[in-house]
């Protein structure tokens, strides 16, 4: 018996990279960009974007903001930069001293930007095609001089439901992003997709591909059986097993009672660890026996901020310090996010922050 | 105009000690332990634990695990470290560095201690008394013998519905913690509650009480209006402003459809940033005029990862760079972990973990 207390996250850096491979294959004729913003989705930028700078030879990184690139700029020192957030008074210092390139998104930014240009870099221009997010609008693209227009290195647009294979949507974008494009930016470059529109084929890959969700093991093409590796690992051990007698309450404000004899068991992990708290009652958690075995139990009662406990009755030969799984190949972030209401992005992106992981990169 | 990319947090420490005050007299017969695990609820362990050692001479803290154990130990130099998780292979290196207590909740953390006891250190007792999570059940205190007994300092349990003071969970708990502590461990101080005990009155405060949400702000006596001060204040930019026609959709999946015409403001900050991505569709955003006057808005379509979008038609002279209020003192995280379906320490516990704040700690 092992007497263990800390949760445990792995980052399987091999997976990260043949997810990359992958999706760079299937945009051949396109440039891929890493999309390492959030700090790489929590898994720690710096480690991701060295990763994929040195092994995989990419050279083209977005972020959301200039403080994300400044973190990841000592680890792909060749790179092109791209901050998604475009750049602001809070934020230039990081531009002009990492070689930062904005990416702008509205007349007011582009003016700011015409105020305080840094020398050697060409902004991205980002165009409105159907989110209704950040971008400049056509009225606004209208009011560029071909002076303003030649600032720009990149025209860059984002789907809205590239995750749906046919949704109106998807060809509504394409055809707007297209227009405009050749209207207003008919030489540059372009960029209209992240890892879900890189599934919907050459039309919307266009130059330059945002590889990020599906890199990072997220079935961005829920439509069909997930194509990519599953990078990140969660498990955590059982602090407790205890039999649970009928009539007994479980966890804060007693949201659980057993009616009949029940056996559980106390792991240490919990919404302080990133798990979403939603899981309360509904979230599935995973045994090995030492053959190899797989259990599958519930959780049960509130999910608290270091402790989940864990209806265990069906478990065999369960002892404390044995591991709990909670993402792995045969459980992963999507089906988490089905089970809490939520989607994989939201959990992964809350996972990789917290500091109480065991934290292990494989390579 | 401002042009600005980045949300900011502000941690009022002010506040932070004048709650601490509040509940130590509050709890004038118990000596206070302020709660600082999970990073102190995400707004940095160390400032936090350094602020309260120095400023209210606190003097006894509760982290979750040795390494957060390890991480304050520098800013706390003469304190009583107490680990909640207890002690183990994986943990045991911080606690001797460290000179931590273990709070030891089951038998077989009590074995493996006694094979590795770390000399002037006595151990903290988790004694189960109806939450169902961590702690010695009644068989197992049964079978500690006098000697066992003796290797204790503190005996402890947790209320699992503190929070609602009618609960008849409440009398039974402090019912069998009385009963358990005169029968095992007559002679050794008691802790029963966290913030929400306090509130229940001097019989639940015991000899030690465990502040923790209160102390950060949150509520944990929601029957009755909030007597703490909001120490977690979030804001960030607005980038956009623009009208939205009858018929547009917004955000992804195309969530939102405009009925009617509306003008939007898309801000700088989304679930990347720790905020609930359930707020989608439903979150309240606030926004000041330049003469203090308060506007309330709606989120609308689905939170992204770094902004959200919200309905601003009826929020007057607003622009590009003006400030969105997410928590404030007109609506905090209580109010918002309301409106996201979730707790408010489940946000506390996740938007400080975010390093792309603009990070301010008033004092």
Redesign the interface.
Known sequence: ??????PILEINLKHLLENFHQLEKLAEHSIPAAVV???AYGLDAKVIAKTLYEKANCRNFFV?????GERIRPFVPEANIYV????????IEHFIKNKLIPVI??P??FA?WKQNRIEGIKPVIHIET?????GF?ETELEALSDDDRAEFSVVMSHL??G??KD?F?NKHQLDNFIRLKNKYFPNLPGSLSASDGVFLGRDFQQDIVRLGAAMYGINTAPYRENQMKNVAYIKA?V??V?D?PVG???????TYRANSPRK?A?V?IG??D?LP??LSNVGKVFFKSSDGKLFEARII?RM????V?CDVTNVENLQ??DLAYFVDDFYTLDDMGRDA???S??IL??VG????Y?RKYID
């Open positions: 018996m092992h007497i263990l207390t800390r913003k959030d700090d959301a903001h200039g403080i994300e998604l957030q475009g750049i602001g008074e809070d934020s998104s509205t007011q930014m700011y159907g989110l209704n997010r950040l609008r809205a439901c995750d749906e949704h949507m051990p602090l407790q205890e649970l007994e309450f479980v966890g804060y404000s007693a559980i106390i240490s919404y302080g990133g708290r939603s009662g608290s901020m270091d402790n406990i404390v310090g209401g939520t989607i992005y939201e992106s809350r922050k917290n500091t109480r065991i």
